[in-house]
């Protein structure tokens, strides 16, 4: 298993540019999470997906993030336009919650590292 | 509330020795606690989680410890490793109504093992 796969590692942008980020969970993963690390904030979950559908998207900074499942392998979040304040490192990550019970142990991706200028 | 961190704390250890590191959790209500390792420059990795109702939980050269009381989990790390070196977090999770899948995680300790 090749495990939460994210793309691009890194992306340097200028402010104002569009920013795509790319996430594969695990297969047989329903539960699909994307985090932003900071040093100031520590980890933030920006948003959940169940089955492909977006569950809670409380923690997404604002209406210049937005994220998508198209189908039960791929997801995306977008940063439109971007702004210095968004550089963090974006993590996926992936769960399956076959039981009701049990802790909900996340599998991360790499992350994705955004500089913005 | 959030707190500002712009400092973690951090652990520095002597291989071989053993390695203690503190969490303070806040949500006397969570049922799981995990703890992840996060190496630099990598995502958080998964070492073990414990159950609300237990006080202490091993793995491989891993135990973790629950004070419900004082609302405090610790993990120890046996025989400390430099591969061992990296940012440790604890996370919550509640496992019961709609909010089972979140996670809430602590800032961090940062462990350093010296060869």
């Known amino acids: 298993d090749a495990g939460v796969i994210q793309s691009p590692r890194h992306e340097v942008t200028e402010m104002g540019q569009e920013v795509t980020l790319r996430c594969k969970p695990i297969?047989?993963?329903?539960?699909l999470f994307w985090y932003r690390q900071t040093m100031m904030r520590g980890l933030e979950l920006l948003i959940y997906?169940?089955?492909?559908?977006?569950?809670?998207d409380s923690g997404m900074p604002e209406d210049r993030f937005s994220a998508k499942m198209p189908n039960a392998s791929f997801s995306t979040l977008k940063i439109q336009p971007s702004e210095p304040r968004d550089s963090a490192v974006y993590f996926c990550?992936?769960?399956?919650?076959?039981?009701?019970?049990?802790?909900?142990?996340?599998?991360f991706g790499a992350g994705s590292r955004l500089t913005v200028l | 509330g959030e707190s500002v961190g712009l400092h973690l704390p951090t652990l520095s250890v002597q291989e071989g020795d053993n390695s203690i590191i503190n969490c303070a959790y806040s949500n006397s209500a969570s049922d799981y606690f995990i703890w992840y390792k996060q190496e630099s420059g990598k995502g958080p990795q998964f070492i073990i989680d414990i159950r609300s109702n237990m006080d202490k939980r091993q793995g491989q050269r891993v135990t973790v410890l629950l004070n419900k009381t004082v609302k405090h989990l610790s993990l120890q790390i046996a025989a400390t490793q430099p591969g061992d070196s990296a940012v440790y977090f604890c996370?919550?999770?509640?496992?019961?109504?709609?909010?089972?899948?979140?996670?809430?995680f602590g800032k961090g300790t940062l462990l350093t093992v010296n060869p």
């Open positions: 997906f169940n089955n492909n559908v977006p569950i809670d």
């Open positions: 297969s047989g993963h329903n539960s």
């Open positions: 996370a919550e999770n509640l496992n019961s109504g709609g909010s089972n899948y979140k996670l809430t």
């Open positions: 990550a992936s769960s399956s919650r076959i039981r009701i019970s049990g802790a909900n142990v996340l599998t």
